[in-house]
């Protein structure tokens, strides 16, 4: 671990043009990312479905950036060689599995309930599984003692969550489903950025790091996938027609990994989700006011839940002197 921290760097706190560029480049790319994602769930009928579309464009995109420039491939090169000499827990490599279960929980989720709802739902899962991995030492800058702010922003964030809903109790569109698919999606994603936070300082690239993660997502979901063609029934449908941002998925996970494989090793896990939350909450609500999922609407009791989950941000920020 000491090894660890000598390529990280001694300093975790992000400055404030370190802040706004993961706010602008992952906080945001991920509501728009979710967004195209549920609706190319509508036209596919399977968040697993969507999901595999997404992860296979986005590694097409990495695989040809990566073959065109011998440092990627030789970052590449060296995950392999640190899983043999120890330097790199085997657990961290299929990371993007992880990120292969958010996306099929956004795609499910959003065409549901909307982005707003599933991007506060996604938030208590990332509060809370942050501060496990911080204080567990999964992410690459070790264990991370807990303060009371942080527990405190955590159960805020859960209050939020159950304001934001509030509203659609009892609805024909509510689906209880589909709020855990967010919390569990946003606790799966969390995890895997404190892993791929380990790949990243073993290849000492986060383009290596963010191409490895799609392999193994891409990989994880057409297991999934043929399970469900072979055994459950299920047909692999690939939409003819829909809008054309609903395929920009891929493009946008891309850029989210890619900031995530960046910024956690210098940072951590914990101060890189509440850094990304205040741009996802933000185009959630603007993504569901100019171009809502079915007949969900941004109501009082929704605009509530994200300002209180702003609050949960805000608290959880809060440092010791």
Sequence with gaps: MASTRAIVGT????GPVALITIFVFSGCVSAL???SNGELT??????????LITFV???AILSVISLSSKDIRAAIGRILPAVRDGSLAWWAVPAGVLGGVFIACASFAVAIVGVAL????AVVGQAITALLVDRTGIGPNGKTPLSRQRVFSAGIAVVAVGVAASG??????????????AVFGGAATTIQQG?????????RAPMASTWLNFLCGSLGLLVGTAVGVLFMGDSLTVPTAGPWWMWLGGVFGCIFILTAAWAVPKYGVLVFTLATIAG???AALVLDLLVPVGDNRVAVNLVAGVILTFVAVAVGALRRR
Excluded at 118 to 121: E, R
Excluded at 174 to 181: K, L, P, T, Y
């Design 33 to 35: 990312q979710s967004r």
């Design 168 to 181: 659609q109790f009892g609805n024909s569109t509510f689906s209880a489903a589909a709020v855990a698919a």
């Design 118 to 121: 599933f991007a506060v739902g």
């Design 280 to 282: 996802q909450l933000s």
């Design 11 to 14: 300093s975790h706190r992000a």
């Design 42 to 51: 509508h036209h596919t009928g399977s968040g697993v479905h969507s999901a």
């Design 57 to 59: 464009l986005g590694f």
């Design 195 to 203: 892993l791929n936070g380990r790949v990243t300082v073993a290849s």
